[in-house]
């Protein structure tokens, strides 16, 4: 590559089209100069990672089209970098695709990601913004940092060559046009920065060696520098030119105090010269053996692919053997992933190669659950000289992909056999990917479920959470159920009265607060322990049907003729609250409680369906409230005495007090009250019955009419300015 691709058209030559910059990319710049000054070198990594995107680019397209490369210097596929001192210009040159006209007023003047809005709040919040720009595409725009003007020239295949440019006097905008000189880069970009006045370190050959090595030593193509080295320039001298320069050396030794030896003589032939110098000489790290790659270096590449300053959490380097055959490196991030779950703002982090060659990275070669992993798939197998829609269908693809989510599952359990505490924190982050994968990936829910944990009844308040295998191991004998109960909040399922009898007797109860989790356990239905083999059904203890002790069950089955009075009774006066009345055995202090029917939803599930922004309300319409069951506690005094005011022929007092006694299991099993100032009238009544109040006076005073004197003051507005105070006051 000659230096006449590192030159810029005059700008006065220009016919120039002018662009505003989209709204976001005003806001956005903002964000980075002020918020990112301090750590402006980013700009350096940004600018190669784009140009070795776009070299990835023409290095596929040239795998069915070896015309698109060119001939000679322009088919080389190459990063160059170049400091014009005299000038204070920076330039980094790429012989990638290049951009037409279109993709550089969609590219350099718009973002067109989805959810630029939510990013940016993001970015305008975010203490790691360095890390976060890379990831989006939108780290062009951080050379303002170190620039006040920034040009592009560049030139595609398919169209002329143009020149972008954008400056801080330029307010918002930016102009394109096309470039009087001609094609000049063959083919490629050339971004061109004209420096700050304090950006004098963009300068210094040995700042920029520094900077490349340590953002970019793990890009794939060459990068070169321009840079000054010591050179010896005698055996560049033509043979009668050395012949005198041993007569001159043997002239200075003859002369007394003159003596030079022969260190000083090669000192004398050596020059400083420019020069390009390769970079980044490493290897791919995954095509080396494991043994041979030290933690810093998987470090440094786990941050080359993902534009991320913080370190990884942990990662897998392995060879997949058998018919097909692959290398794959896969990193866990130390935190979530930017809209992890939106797939609009969704960006992959597993790149796919074919024989060293980078073919993509939108591929799905992991499940959703998993997109939040990070690394590289290298396939020997895979054909090059196929469309990229034709590889993603290819069925070595559907083979990498099954290997790659067991592989990664592995990772998961060696991390939490190995390392409790970093597991914890991986566990913290990803849980709910984890539950999500045990919902979709039926093939691979074994492994998932030995990934959960869960807080649990004996293992709350500050433990840490245990694994189904553990819950199975600390089981009672004969128990045959993982029992378990959702709710907002951990203390609020273990105040539940439905866990009175259960947890009495010893038996351990899942807490599931994560919405997600209910999903969980009721799309897998059943745990097969490890150790045993055994199958064990998950058991809603908010549901109907839960049965703790045979003992118990047989007397309450026989008490059931005796309150038949009470359940018929309640049953009447309270239609349509429920579809039956039993007695229970699962209460011990309470004297009543509603769980759900056996296939409804349950209490914790209503207030989630409740909550959601789509077609909660429609789906409630069908369940509440004839799927539910109110259970009473046959041994409790007010349901005693509540029994003897229906025998008695007390309805209105017994009806009254049924209702309230309703009222209070709908609050305390984790219902919503349909009727909530009926309940607190209610409530208020019975307050002031136990206070011996007489409320007639009261309420027949309350219930006149208030009378309307015209002749009486009436309020007047507040101005503007009292108003104003008032709030001030406040």
Known sequence: MSDTGFTIAEKKLLSEDKFQFQAEINRLMGILINSLYSNRDIFLRELISNASDALDKIRFLSLTDKAVLGEGEHSKLEIRILVDKKNRMLHVRDTGIGMSRNDLVNNLGRIAKSGTAEFIEKLSKSDTLSSQIGQFGVGFYSTFLAATTVTVTTKHNDDVQYVWESSDADQGSYTIATDPRGNTLGRGTLVSLHLRPDADEYLDENKLREMIRRYSEFINFPIYLYAPHEKDT?????????????????????????????????????????????????????????ADISEAEYANFYKAIVKDESASL?????????????????????????????????????????????????????????????????????????????????????????????????????????????????????HTNLKLGAIEDFSNRPRLMKLLRFTTFKHGSGADPISLEQYVSEMRPGQDKIYYLGGETEEGIRSSPLLETLTSKGYDVLFLTAPIDEYVVETVGKFESGSSGTKYKFADVGKEGLKVDADEEKKVKHMREEFKPLTEFLKKHLEGKFYAVKLTNRLRNTPCALVAAANSYSANMERIIKAQALGGDDRMKHVAPVNKVLELNPHHPIVKELLKLVNEGQEDRAKEAGQLLFDGAVVSSGFSLEQPLAFSHRLYKALSHNLNIDMSEFEAQTAKPLEFDPNAPQHEEQTEEEEAAYHDEL
Request: no cysteine.
């Open 234 to 290: 005698f055996d560049d001298l033509t043979e009668e030119e050395a012949k005198v320069t041993e007569e001159e050396l043997k002239s200075a030794n003859a002369v007394e105090g003159d003596i030079v030896d022969e260190d000083e003589a090669q000192e004398m032939f050596k020059k400083e010269v420019y020069e390009w110098e390769l970079i980044n000489q490493n290897k791919p790290i995954w095509t080396r053996k494991a």
């Open 314 to 430: 942990h990662h897998i380097h392995f060879s997949a053997e058998g018919d097909h055959s692959f290398t794959g490196l896969l990193y866990i991030p130390s935190r979530p992933p930017f809209a992890m779950f939106d797939q609009r703002a969704a960006l992959s982090h597993v790149k796919l190669y074919v024989k060293r060659v980078f073919i993509t990275d939108t591929f799905d070669l992991l499940p959703k659950y998993l997109a939040f992993l990070a690394g590289v798939v290298d396939s020997d197998d895979l054909p090059l000289n196929i469309s990229r829609e034709t590889l993603q269908q290819h069925r070595i693809m559907d083979i990498i992909r099954k290997k790659l989510v067991r592989k990664a599952l592995a990772m998961f359990q060696e991390l939490a056999d190995e390392n409790p505490a970093k597991y914890a924190q991986f566990y913290a982050s990803f």
